[in-house]
Nanobody, 124 residues
Framework: QLQLVESGGGLVQAGGSLRLSCTASRGASDNYAMAWFRQAPGKEREFVGGVMWSGGGTRIGDSVKGRFTIVSDNGKNTVYLQMNNLIPEDTAVYYC?????????????????WGQGTQVTVSS
């Protein structure tokens, strides 16, 4: 398993941007999928986006498509989630996840490594 550490969360006004980082404790092989999920109070964990460690296979969740992008920089053992045009509905704890997959999956139970989460709050 990988140890994952997220950073970059915070408070931002609607329309603003944030970039989240997920740094792995070591490099992963190309058959690792990296993903971002989020969970708001009282709601299920939601897939935000995913990418293969090699940088291919990018997949973005429908609720954030056109506003969020995900990039893998395996030279830095880091995956980034760039979030633009944020809205209050984006408020949640954001989690980074990793798993041995052929492509990023939208199902949380397909991932066996998780970070501790970082809070993102968008004010109106």
């Amino acid at each position: 398993q990988l140890q994952l550490v997220e950073s970059g969360g915070g408070l931002v006004q609607a329309g603003g941007s944030l970039r989240l980082s997920c740094t792995a404790s070591r490099g992963a092989s190309d058959n690792y999928a990296m993903a971002w999920f989020r969970q708001a109070p009282g709601k299920e964990r939601e897939f935000v986006g995913g990418v293969m460690w090699s940088g291919g296979g990018t997949r973005i969740g429908d609720s954030v498509k056109g506003r969020f992008t995900i990039v893998s920089d395996n030279g830095k053992n880091t995956v980034y989630l760039q979030m633009n045009n944020l809205i209050p509905e984006d408020t949640a704890v954001y989690y980074c996840a990793a798993g041995r997959l052929l492509l990023p999956s939208t199902r949380p139970d397909h991932y066996n490594s998780w970070g501790q989460g970082t809070q993102v709050t968008v004010s109106s």
